[in-house]
């Protein structure tokens, strides 16, 4: 039933808000690209996450700013359209459409794996129908779960580090990969530090967002970097390699305390993926809908169902985009396409929050540059075929905006 409004209500408090954005990080990354970065960069993987969180701080923190100032559903597409130029606010849109799509179907594809089917297609669909479902249901039950979710999972990845750190701390270390392989694995786990990007695109529904919004995106960067260095450490010194498809922590955990520690990963993966996958169709959902708005998509996806709670036609818009990107049916070339066009979203949100005037500053302009000098420079090392493909499907997306004006 609709209540005839587009508006949002805002029944996320601070802890909601951290618990939205670990929900977002704590899940695919540290189970499914920690792996492939550790394939890349051998023992410089630390170096790779470092670089990866210092490049998401600065960007966090460039859309904390700009989501204080403009605490509305959309993002670096609403503020694209008020900073720059429509068509760089149109792009930002696609972008994350694109972007997060990719990281979801990756998210679906990683609990087929992680649940004993393998890379399969109709297990992962499975999974994005009954997320969905959830998701459908309103924010309050799926802010409820998020916060099961992410006790799962952070208990587990503690559980196999203490387990295995010391093995890993006298283990041999591996080779140390060259710089555009280090880079490259850098540009892949920068995907796995943006969920503090739900952070902002849910503004609209967090209760005093100039407060809440900086705080909890500092948090979540600073918890999963830290996370994530432990986990990369150990992956690098025990881990088999294979990525997602082989899952080497599983290898980790069996190795490290048997049966029990790898059910236990096994199912702190599954509840990670569960929450990312949550969490990302919440996120697309709130972008689609304020594409409505402008009428950048049909309008029908900018209605609010349920007393402002859930824009329903926008949530199964959703849906149907990350099941075509299940149907490519690997998890490398999902996350690598997400990587590229997450990297150049998040340029564009360093360039608006640089064109902010002095009374909406909370950050030095510095930390927009290097955000943006990161983001661009991470993006270069990626394939050529991911850009070519990115270029194209907002190039479509351009032409349609043109025609429809």
């Not at 900073?83 to 997060?100: N, Q």
């Not at 402002?308 to 396409?337: D, H, N, Q």
Request: net charge positive.
């Amino acid at each position: 039933m609709t209540d005839g409004s587009n508006s949002l209500r805002r029944d996320i408090g601070l802890a909601g808000a951290v618990l939205l954005g670990l929900g977002s990080m704590v899940g695919t990354g540290v189970f499914v690209s920690l792996g492939l970065a550790v394939d890349l960069a051998g023992s410089a993987v630390t170096w790779a996450v470092g670089a990866a969180a210092v490049v998401a701080m600065c960007n966090g923190l460039s859309s904390a700013q700009l989501a204080s100032a403009h605490p509305v559903a959309g993002g670096t597409y609403e503020y694209g359209y008020r900073y720059l130029h429509p068509v760089a606010g149109l792009t930002a849109g696609w972008l994350f459409l694109l972007a997060k799509s990719a990281s979801a179907a990756t998210a679906a594809l990683g609990i087929a794996a992680y649940a004993g089917f393998g890379v399969r297609r109709l297990p992962a669909l499975v999974a994005l129908a009954v997320v969905t479902g959830l998701v459908l249901s309103g924010i309050r039950r799926s802010n409820q779960a998020n916060a099961i979710v992410v006790m799962v999972s952070v208990g587990a990845l503690a559980a196999v580090s203490i387990a295995a750190w010391g093995e890993a701390w006298s283990a041999p270390s591996p080779p140390v990969g060259d710089l555009p392989d280090t880079a490259e694995a850098a540009a892949l786990v920068f995907v796995a530090f943006t969920g503090y990007g739900r952070v902002a695109t849910l503004g609209e529904e967090i209760r005093n967002p100039r407060s809440s919004i900086p705080r909890a995106v500092v948090a979540t960067v600073a918890v999963t970097a830290l996370l994530y260095l432990v986990v990369a450490f150990v992956l690098s010194r025990l881990g088999t390699g294979g990525g997602a498809e082989g899952s080497p922590l599983i290898g980790v955990a069996a190795a490290a305390g048997g049966g029990a520690l790898e059910m236990l990963v096994r199912i702190g993966a599954l509840a990670a993926m569960v929450g990312v996958l949550l969490n990302l169709i919440l996120g697309l959902s709130r972008v689609v809908l304020a594409m409505g708005r402008r009428r950048d998509l049909p309008a029908a996806t900018a209605i609010v169902h349920r007393q402002g709670r859930t824009p329903t036609l926008a949530l199964v818009s959703v849906a149907a985009v990350v099941a075509a990107f299940v149907m490519i049916g690997s998890i490398a070339v999902a996350w690598s396409f997400s990587a590229l066009t997450v990297l150049v979203y998040y340029a564009i949100t360093n360039l608006a929050a640089l064109r902010q005037p002095p009374e909406e500053r909370r950050v030095p302009s510095v930390v927009q540059a290097v955000g943006l000098a990161g983001c661009l420079a991470l993006a270069a090392f990626l394939d050529l075929e991911m850009w070519l493909w990115a270029a194209g499907i907002v190039a479509l997306g351009l032409i349609w905006y043109r025609t429809r004006r």
